[in-house]
């Protein structure tokens, strides 16, 4: 894996990858040909929230799964994110045209997580380096988050054959990420794709 900023690791990763290690029997094996199209992105909090997304592109589109994926991103806090950081996840699906909540089932889907703090605790063991290139940039990967800028040069990831979670069936999704702090919220990122395997 390459590059991820604060909030992609925050958000991104945690809807995407920490979901995709969960348990076994919830999960399909991600066909040869799993492809993400039309990822776009914008934040979702109130004018003066702390945490912002600047920037945040993938590409290509589609993404394919296993595939290649280039990404770059930035964002900015002009407050430290300490733990406990919450993190609440909105998951939606379009169902005959309407958007319907996916439930959180077993960590996944539509969660609140109490800390997102610990979640990075738990995919990256503190005490060892960041993993690439978060190491090579600099980029911190576990709270405390000082109040800054962090950005991510444009990077190239390889996306495995991992296991996708169950209702990642094909159509349209929308995730919005909410980061919560003592009560107040810090920032918000809603996403949008659509999901096609054969
Ligand atoms: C996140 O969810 C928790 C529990 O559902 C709630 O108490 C908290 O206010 C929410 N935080 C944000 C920032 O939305």
Same mark, same amino acid.
């Given at each position: 894996?390459?590059?991820?900023?604060?909030?992609?690791?925050?958000?991104?990763?945690?809807?995407?990858?920490?979901?995709?290690?969960?348990?076994?029997?919830? =999960?399909?094996?991600?066909?040869?040909?799993?492809?993400?199209?039309?990822?776009?992105?914008?934040?979702?909090?109130?004018?003066?929230?702390?945490?912002v997304?600047?920037?945040?592109?993938l590409?290509?589109?589609?993404?394919?799964?296993?595939g290649?994926?280039?990404?770059?991103?930035?964002?900015?806090?002009?407050?430290?994110?300490?733990?406990?950081?919450?993190?609440?996840?909105?998951?939606?699906k379009?169902?005959?045209?309407?958007?319907? =909540?996916?439930?959180?089932?077993?960590?996944?889907?539509?969660?609140?997580?109490?800390?997102?703090?610990?979640?990075?605790?738990?995919?990256?063991?503190?005490?060892?380096?960041?993993?690439?290139?978060?190491?090579?940039?600099?980029?911190?990967?576990?709270?405390?988050?000082?109040?800054?800028?962090?950005?991510?040069?444009?990077?190239?990831?390889?996306?495995?054959?991992?296991?996708?979670?169950?209702?990642?069936?094909?159509?349209?999704? =929308?995730?919005?990420?909410?980061?919560?702090?003592?009560?107040?919220?810090?920032?918000?990122?809603?996403?949008?794709?659509?999901?096609?395997?054969?």
């Amino acid at each position: 894996m390459r590059n991820i900023t604060l909030f992609t690791a925050l958000l991104i990763v945690n809807t995407f990858f920490l979901q995709g290690i969960c348990d076994f029997e919830f =999960k399909r094996r991600a066909s040869k040909s799993t492809k993400i199209l039309g990822f776009s992105w914008a934040n979702c909090g109130k004018p003066d929230a702390p945490a912002v997304m600047k920037s945040l592109d993938l590409s290509p589109d589609p993404i394919s799964i296993p595939g290649d994926l280039t990404a770059s991103a930035a964002g900015s806090t002009t407050v430290a994110l300490v733990a406990p950081l919450a993190v609440n996840v909105t998951l939606q699906k379009e169902v005959a045209g309407f958007w319907v =909540k996916v439930p959180c089932v077993e960590e996944i889907g539509s969660c609140d997580y109490p800390d997102g703090c610990q979640l990075l605790d738990m995919l990256i063991p503190p005490g060892q380096d960041c993993p690439e290139p978060l190491h090579t940039y600099g980029i911190p990967c576990h709270c405390p988050f000082k109040a800054g800028v962090y950005s991510l040069p444009q990077s190239d990831f390889y996306l495995p054959d991992i296991d996708l979670p169950y209702w990642l069936t094909n159509g349209n999704y =929308k995730v919005e990420g909410v980061l919560g702090s003592a009560g107040q919220e810090l920032g918000c990122l809603k996403v949008a794709f659509s999901v096609h395997s054969k």
